[in-house]
């Protein structure tokens, strides 16, 4: 077997440090593509940490209240689009209808369920 050939154990080990260095490229590549988010991609974005809010229920603010307090209230009639709302950044209470964020919730709160007259 010829030493210079393409089958020589020198060009063997060769291409075997070669294909070792480009796997861990990839594999670097792959890493920091999994923590960028691309518009339009299947990849999902991580879910947006909640702020606590505050709501005033009967002139008596209420709070600080996750998502799930915030569902409960909704569902009770207590809180509605009209509600005053304060959340931490910002100047003044608010009403919910002007806040993105917790209007969100209302709109995916379903409505109760009517009563059949059966």
């Known amino acids: 077997m010829n030493d210079s ?3 020589s154990i020198d060009r063997l080990v060769e291409f075997g440090l070669g294909m070792a260095v480009a796997q861990q490229m ?8 999994q923590q960028v988010y691309v518009p339009g991609s299947i990849q999902s974005m991580p879910a947006p940490q909640q702020q606590p809010c505050y709501v005033a229920i009967n002139g008596e603010p209420v709070g600080p209240l996750s998502e799930r307090d915030l569902v409960r209230l909704i569902a009770d009639k207590k809180v509605t689009k009209e509600t005053l709302a304060w959340m931490p950044g910002m100047p003044q209470w608010r009403p919910i209808e002007q806040l993105p964020s ?15 007259n059966v």
Request: no cysteine; glycine share 4%; aromatic share 8%.
């Open 26 to 33: 990839v594999q670097t590549m792959n890493q920091a593509m």
């Open 102 to 116: 917790i209007l969100r919730v209302i709109a995916l709160t379903p409505p109760p369920i009517p009563q059949s």
């Open 5 to 7: 050939g393409f089958y």
